[in-house]
């Protein structure tokens, strides 16, 4: 890989896409594309099409999806499942026709089994049910997971796919409804904080606060894809994760202390508290030479910063 090679960020405005593209400006990459979904919607075959045919990058990273916390996974399992093939069907499939030599396609730690054994290899895909509140998400990941197999072993390509953990970091999606749990703790606590005249008012969080999750700062997850984009992987699927986690309760009390809201917290039990727990294993990451670097206090402390940072213009993602 040279530093003028054409890569294709697709998705490269997203918290990940955005990341990766900051992590490749700066080790020098300078030939870097990326397009708006008002530019091209990657849903729409013969745009996705004439795109390929008249840029003919060297490098697709695919950072372009339908994403959302486990409500809006919840609420709209059809554009969960159908936005996603759509979206990484036609990037691989315009990839292979046009000869692009690397494809990284990113998934996520929900495609394996709901009860499988902890910590998730990935060996273990394919191996029992998926987790209902975002099954439709996770069979359209594994679909993509397994196209860039299909393709690594009948043509030869160096197409890999990587399996992030749940993320974090600036420009993440704040809207409560469709958000992961971080940013939405964020926003609430920090809510909270300021409505309160003399302690902070309570804040209501879902389900039981007892599953277990672990969280990958992006800039980490940006760091391991260039790492594989320098590298030639031995394998198509690789876990990319910190190997810790902790309960739902306790990520509340930490981003409370780092927020400074004193008010009660309240757990509403009517919402899902989805997998019970889906830690990764991370070794084979770090055995092909990959380690997460930043720590869940700091990442926090961090995005808490961008947030207050960007408090006009932070992302609220509707569906
Ligand atoms: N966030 C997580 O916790 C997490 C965990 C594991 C894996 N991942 C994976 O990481 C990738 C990015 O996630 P993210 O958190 O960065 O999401 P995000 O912030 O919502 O970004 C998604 C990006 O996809 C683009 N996109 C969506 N629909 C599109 C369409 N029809 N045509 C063109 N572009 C479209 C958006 O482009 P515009 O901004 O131009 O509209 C946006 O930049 C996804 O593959 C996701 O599955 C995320
Ligand atoms: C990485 C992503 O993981 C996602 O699963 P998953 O971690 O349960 O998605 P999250 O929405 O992050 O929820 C994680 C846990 O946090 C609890 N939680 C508590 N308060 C809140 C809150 O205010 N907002 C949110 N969003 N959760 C909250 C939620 O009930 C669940 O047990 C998948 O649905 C995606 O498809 C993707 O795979």
């Keep these: ?75 709209y399992p059809y554009q969960f499942l159908m936005e996603n093939m759509q979206i990484q069907n036609n990037l691989i499939d315009y990839s292979l026709k046009t000869d692009v030599q690397k494809f990284i396609f990113l998934g996520s730690s929900c495609i394996y089994p709901k009860l499988a054994l902890q910590p998730l290899k990935e060996e273990y895909l394919l191996t029992g049910a998926l987790e209902p509140t975002n099954e439709w998400y996770a069979i359209a990941k594994i679909a993509g997971v397994k196209a860039c197999e299909a393709i690594r072993k009948q043509y030869g390509k160096d197409y890999i796919s990587l399996m992030p953990t749940n993320l974090y970091g600036p420009n993440d999606n ?38 277990l999750r672990e969280f990958l700062y992006v800039d980490d997850l940006a760091d391991a894809v260039v790492f594989a984009l320098e590298n030639q992987f031995s394998d198509n699927l690789y876990n990319v994760g910190t190997g810790n986690d902790l309960t739902i309760k306790e990520l509340a009390i930490m981003i409370q202390r780092i927020v400074g809201h004193t008010g009660e917290i309240k757990w509403n039990s009517i919402k899902p508290d989805g997998t019970p727990r889906k830690l990764m294993d991370v070794s084979k990451m770090e055995n092909a030479g990959w380690k997460a670097k930043i720590g869940l206090e700091e990442g926090i402390r961090k995005t808490y910063d961008w947030f207050l940072a960007n408090q006009q213009s932070f992302k609220e993602v509707k569906i």
């Design 1 to 75: 890989m040279n530093i003028d090679s054409k890569i294709y960020v697709a998705g490269h405005r997203g918290m990940v896409g955005s990341a990766i593209w900051r992590a490749l400006a700066s080790k020098g990459f300078r030939n870097l594309i990326g397009k708006t979904s008002q530019e091209l919607d990657l849903r729409k075959k013969e745009d996705v099409a004439k795109f390929f045919k008249e840029e003919r990058p060297n490098v697709v990273i695919d950072a372009a999806a339908r994403v959302g916390g486990i409500l809006a996974n919840n609420d």
């Design 174 to 211: 704040f809207d409560l409804r469709t958000s992961h749990v971080l940013p939405a703790m964020i926003r609430k606590f920090h809510k909270a904080k300021l409505a309160g005249a003399t302690s902070s008012e309570p804040v209501e969080l879902w389900g039981s606060g007892s599953p």
